[in-house]
């Protein structure tokens, strides 16, 4: 199977944009949609990015995912940002089992 | 709004089992896949194991092939996961999961808010 790597650890100012990075390790990045999970301290996880670049209902439209096959990877990006999106971040894709990426964290400050 | 509320967490002794369950509502359960993700104290996430929308098909982590079984009753709206032989490294929070639809398993959209589960003597 496949490995996700994303970095360890982003931060930036608020009012800021940041982006997320995620590196399929070995076949395309394409060939299986890529969803993005927030995690705040404490909490359960929640998708703020599915099927590459959709967003649920409820989450704003400051968070848009993208995917590039050139450099086989996908990104996240959070653009204003809020004190409250401070949180981890995980990728995630799938190929007859899931795959996550070790997670970002990210600080706003 | 759909609803997953996972159950049977607990402390138990290695080579022990247990049984998760998760209770689902606010969305045709049949029509969907489902899943388990745990994350270990201080850690990431891991995929865990997943079954579709039939209860036919099942996929499972390396780490628990052998050990763990996922089944579903679409008419309980209910998704299990037996866990056999655990170990200290399964010791946990599981997550019960859906995904976007009856076959894409592993393609989750919601979470439910987990159970503890501890292996320890």
């Known amino acids: 199977n496949f490995m996700l790597t994303q970095p360890h650890s982003v931060s930036e100012s608020p009012g800021k944009t940041v982006t997320i990075s995620c590196t399929r390790s070995s076949g395309r990045i394409a060939s299986n949609y890529v969803q993005w999970y927030q995690q705040r301290p404490g909490s359960a996880p929640t998708t703020v990015i599915y099927?590459?670049?959709?967003?649920p209902s409820g989450v704003p439209d400051r968070f848009s995912g993208s995917i590039d096959s050139s450099s086989n990877s996908a990104s996240l990006t959070i653009s204003g940002l809020k004190t409250e999106d401070e949180a981890d971040y995980y990728c995630?894709?799938?190929?007859?089992?899931?795959?996550f990426g070790g997670g970002t964290k990210l600080t706003v400050l | 709004e759909a609803q997953l509320l996972e159950f049977g967490g607990g402390l138990v002794q290695p080579g022990g089992s247990l049984r998760l369950s998760c209770a689902a509502s606010?969305?045709?359960?049949?029509?969907?896949?489902m899943g388990w993700v745990r994350q270990a104290p201080g850690q990431g996430l891991e995929w865990v194991s997943g079954?579709?929308?039939?209860?036919?098909?099942?996929f499972y982590a390396d780490s628990v092939k052998g050990r763990f079984t996922i089944s579903r009753d679409n008419s309980k709206n209910t998704v299990y996961l037996q866990m056999d032989s655990l170990r200290a490294e399964d010791t946990a929070v599981y997550y019960c999961?859906?995904?976007?639809?009856?076959?894409?398993?592993?393609?989750?959209?919601?979470w439910g808010q987990g159970t503890l589960v501890t292996v320890s003597s």
């Open positions: 995630q894709s799938y190929d007859s089992s899931g795959v």
């Open positions: 079954i579709d929308g039939s209860g036919v098909t099942t």
């Open positions: 999961v859906k995904d976007y639809d009856s076959w894409n398993v592993g393609l989750i959209i919601y």
């Open positions: 606010g969305f045709t359960f049949r029509n969907y896949a």
């Open positions: 099927r590459d670049d959709q967003r």
